[in-house]
Structure formats: C-alpha cells, structure tokens
C-alpha cells in the first residue's frame, strides 16, 4: 500500500507518466509485494512446493523491478536542476540495490559451473538484508521527493 502510495504520489507530482517505464515498474513492484506476502516461502526442510516458486519469483521480479523503476525515473531528471538532487539519489539507490541482487543471480547463473548452490554462493541473509534495505530507502527518497514536488510544483 506504500509503494501505491508513493507511486500514486510520483504520479500526481507530474514525476512520472501513468503508462511510463518507472510508473509500470513500480506497479509492478507493489503487486509482486502483494503476491511474495500472499505465498508461502520454501520451506527447504519439507522441499520445494509450487507456491514457494511463486513467492520466490514474485521476489524477484519484485526486486528487479524497483531499481530499474529508480534507475528510468532518477535518469528523466537528472538535469532538473530543482530535482536534480532527488534524481541523483533514486539513481544511486537503484544502483546500489542492483549490486546487491548481482551476487545473488551470479550464484544461480555460475550453479552448474562451480557445483555451489546459489543460497551458498554468498552469505544470502546478509545480502538479503542488504537489498531490503536498499529497496525500502529507495521507496522513502522516491516518497519524500514526491511529496517535495506535491509542495513545491514547478
């Protein structure tokens, strides 16, 4: 509900166009939020179940589709120079969560290679926590700029 939120905002602040790449990415985002909660994770000591892939998937359409989300809308603004300092810091934050998904997909890419599960390939926890992280400050800089701009229109 946040992310609709700051999304709806971003939209209103005339920050994004309804059908733009970063309006339907971060859709996109919070309806795969919606499907991770609705769908159990695997439970690795039972084994795989459908709704596992689902949540697993979900998660990471869902954490693909918010840095690129951040990535389209801090680059259409980067040479505002009254946004340019949130566009600079949605890019970063977009980038910075791509580095943390980097390893994890590496892992699963390089798995027949190396023989190493892709859960082994780094420390996933703190990589995951990483990305969270990452994802929900990207949110809040996306929120706080959108309720700038509702503030302050050019």
């Known amino acids: ?63 693909v589709c918010l840095p690129v989300a951040a990535l389209a809308l801090g ?15 949605t890019c970063w934050l977009g980038a910075v969560a791509l580095a943390w998904l980097a390893p994890i997909l590496l892992g699963f890419v390089l798995r027949p290679l190396t023989g190493v599960p892709w859960w082994q390939f780094v420390p996933l926890g703190l990589f995951e926590r990483g990305l969270a992280l990452t994802e929900v400050a990207t949110v809040v800089v996306m929120g706080a700029w959108a309720a700038r701009a509702a503030r302050h229109p050019s």
Request: include cysteine; glycine fraction near 8%; charged fraction near 20%.
């Open 1 to 63: 509900v946040g992310s609709l939120a700051v999304l709806a905002g971003l939209i209103r602040a005339r920050l994004v166009r309804l059908r733009g790449v970063a309006a339907t990415l971060l859709a996109a985002w919070s309806i795969c939020l919606v499907v991770v909660v609705a769908f159990e994770k695997i439970d690795w000591s039972v084994g795989p179940t459908p709704a596992g892939y689902v949540h697993r998937y979900a998660s990471l359409l869902a954490f």
């Open 75 to 89: 680059r259409a603004w980067r040479t505002d120079a009254r946004r340019g300092r949130f566009a600079a810091a």
